[in-house]
């Protein structure tokens, strides 16, 4: 319990830390001059290296010190800043693969890489200490990731190692406990934001090992959903908007992305900078909505663009997105089920209308009877926004739709989405990384476990071994896994985005390891075992 106490008090000092004198106003550091200047010299390739620096003193201090010098002749801004801040540690990157070893045992090999020990209390740091062991993707991300770690929990569960799973459950009902909801990863430049909320499906997958675990967390989903709902007690009228919560023209409360925060992401700050730039007035709404997409994970696609092509066209906030309201449904039936298992039906009977409300709200505003398939809704112009993407087939992992639906869905991603190593995250080209030619993990697995759900089998099982075979020539080439690949020409590796691609990559081997798993199962049917 001390450890618990310690590191909850050292979240509030994170958070009040970032928050630095100077003069009479508090300012906070990473949009104070020094961390300005920083970033838009370019003192490291990556944004997200100085954000993940460690100040060797107070900071206070380092930015009085850096108003006071930096004027000064033959001032280094490149040496003050090795003056005055430890680099971030990547652990084992210098990781090197056995080439003798197969896909699978590589992958069963790379969890203790990507394995970091509970946290120690490192109070300058920028990381949220953690009290559980847990895995992280790998590469510059070097923290836990919300929604990453449901796809590599299915890896870790495909080859029982509960231990892991349920140390990763208990870090996020501890950041719930004690931020109130969990961040977009375990720094504190991610307080504004969440990622998509996968907390519920992570209690479910580790329902096989304990029958208990959506009445053990409970409380745990029930802040979290309050988190999504805050501010809905002032949402009045149709097309009125607070926070994550949006009212849509026939009452149906439904939820969106949403980053508190107003100025440049502190991981990607010279990326931000130099867009709102182009803007002049529109600076803070940018921000905003560039947040914001970060908070679905899939920053940037060309879902959150008006024109459907520009990232300049960003609207993130007017959008309410397929995948997350399929999400929160979740999310209402688990809690549902949590208050069924103690005892308490009645509690759990409102979540269970909630959903539902939501799934005919999906119907109603989000499915194109032309296209054939759902569609994001822009509540700001009432219609859909006509992007097609692999949010479509939330509805189907989720079973939230009739089997003549699910068939025409199926029909769109086999003409329109597959290509030869897997499904395209979008029809567009626009040099974004969630759009074409880019495939990625985790949409790869919803999409099969949804056509499964709706005996599609033929072609959920050939995205699965398109997606595998693209693995495997990635990694005979390579040695390595990536965070994302080209899935329409396969002799080259992904794109776009605001950073390289990167390896390790925990979402990637989990997902692997579990599409393996089931190939396995497959098989073993067929032989009558």
């Known amino acids: 319990m001390t450890r618990i106490v310690i590191i909850s008090m050292a979240v509030l000092f994170f958070s009040c830390t970032m928050k630095e004198q100077r003069g009479d106003s508090k300012t906070d550091f990473y949009t104070s001059s020094l961390f300005h200047d920083v970033q838009l010299k370019a003192i490291f390739p990556d944004s997200k290296t100085f954000a993940d620096c460690t100040p060797k003193r107070d900071l206070t201090e380092i930015v009085a010190d850096y108003d006071k010098m930096q004027g000064t002749p033959d001032f280094d801004l490149n040496e003050f800043v090795h003056l005055n801040f430890d680099l971030p540690v990547r652990p084992k990157s210098n990781y090197a693969t056995d080439t003798t070893l197969s896909m699978e045992e590589h992958l069963t090999r790379l969890w203790p890489v990507l394995t970091r020990k509970a946290d120690e209390v490192e109070p300058r740091s920028s990381l949220i200490p953690l009290p559980y062991d847990y895995v992280v993707p790998g590469g510059r991300f070097s923290e836990i990731y919300y929604w990453d770690s449901y796809f590599t929990i299915l890896g870790l569960k495909s080859q029982k190692r509960y231990d892991l799973i349920q140390n990763m459950v208990k870090n996020f ?68 908007a607070a926070q994550h919560v949006v009212m849509l023209s026939d009452g149906t409360i439904m939820n969106r992305y949403y980053d508190q925060g107003e100025s440049p992401r502190p991981e990607a700050y010279k990326e931000d900078y130099a867009l709102a730039q182009k803007h002049p007035g529109a600076e803070k709404r940018i921000y905003k909505d560039l947040r914001s997409a970060a908070e679905s994970g899939w920053d940037f696609s060309s879902r959150w663009f008006r024109d459907g092509k520009s990232l300049e066209t960003i609207h993130t906030t007017d959008i309410v997105p397929v995948d997350l309201n399929c999400l929160l449904a979740h999310l209402e039936k688990m809690i549902a089920r949590g208050y069924a298992i103690r005892g308490n039906k009645n509690a759990g009977d409102p979540y269970l209308q909630r959903a539902n409300a939501r799934r005919r709200a999906l119907l109603t505003f989000c499915w194109d009877t032309n296209a054939n398939i759902f569609m994001d809704y822009d509540f700001k112009e009432n219609k859909r926004t006509g992007i097609k993407s692999l949010a479509a087939v939330y509805p189907l992992f989720f079973e939230m739709v009739q089997l003549d639906i699910a068939e025409k869905i199926s029909s769109s991603l086999q003409k329109e989405f597959l290509k030869e190593g897997g499904l395209v995250t979008t029809v567009a080209d626009t040099d974004q990384q969630w759009d074409a030619p880019n495939g990625w993990a985790p949409l790869q697995w919803m999409a099969y476990r949804g056509l499964k759900n709706y005996h599609q089998d033929n072609l959920a099982n050939d995205i699965r071994h398109r997606w595998l075979r693209q693995n495997e020539r990635v990694y005979e080439a390579t040695g390595k896994m990536m965070e994302k690949y080209n899935v329409m020409d396969t002799t080259l590796i992904a794109g776009g985005g605001e950073y390289p691609n990167q390896d390790g990559f925990g979402w990637t081997n989990g997902v692997a390891l579990a599409f393996r798993n089931e190939v396995a199962f497959s098989l073993e049917k067929r032989g009558g075992h």
């Open 173 to 240: 009902a501890h950041l719930i406990e004690t931020i109130g909801f969990i961040p977009n990863g375990n720094r504190n430049y991610y307080l504004t934001r969440s990622q998509p909320p996968f907390f519920s499906l992570i209690v479910n997958e580790l329902q096989d090992y304990d029958s208990l675990a959506s009445s053990n967390y409970l409380e745990a989903m029930l802040k979290e959903y309050q988190f999504w709902m805050r501010g809905v007690d002032s949402v009045k009228q149709p097309g009125d």
